[in-house]
């Protein structure tokens, strides 16, 4: 699991290169704890899927409501494994940080869990094909 979290945080970290010239230039480009809760706040008022709520739940310890901005505001230490890891100073290893990173760059898959699902299951189909080419040659000898 370890690779697969590695592949994940690097995946994330490619995305990010991408995004950060992209529509959210002015909170990407140079990545502060403030401009990155801002950036958060606005991506989570326009329809979050389930499982970046729960994302969101899970780094800050309360849910998403449109009616607590203030309360929100107050999050901001919250997004400092992510400014750092953006700017390549950490390497995070708290997972509800890096999916929350993941969601700001909106990688897919996300989270972590749906990714590592994912290697999973292209792993297996490697070794299935490996194994058919193996068992389905027929060696001919001369």
Not at 19 to 37: Q, V
Not at 40 to 63: A, G, H, M, S, Y
Not at 97 to 109: G, K, Y
Request: with cysteine; proline share 4%.
């Amino acid at each position: 699991m370890n690779n697969t979290l590695e592949a994940y945080k690097k995946a994330i970290k490619i995305k990010y290169e991408i995004e950060k010239e992209g529509e959210y230039f002015d909170f990407l480009y140079n990545p502060s704890r403030g401009k990155l809760r801002d950036l958060c706040w606005l991506i989570f008022e326009d329809k979050p899927t389930q499982d970046d709520l729960n994302v969101f739940r899970n780094l800050l310890c309360l849910d998403f409501d449109h009616t607590q901005k203030n309360k929100f505001k107050d999050q901001k230490d919250k997004f400092r494994p992510i400014e750092t890891f953006f700017k390549g100073e950490t390497d995070p290893s708290n997972i509800d940080a890096i999916n929350l990173a993941a969601v700001i760059v909106d990688f897919q898959p996300r989270p972590f869990k749906k990714f590592n699902e994912k290697c999973r299951i292209e792993e297996a189909k490697q070794i299935k094909n490996v194994v058919k080419n193996v068992t389905g040659e027929s060696i001919i000898m001369a």
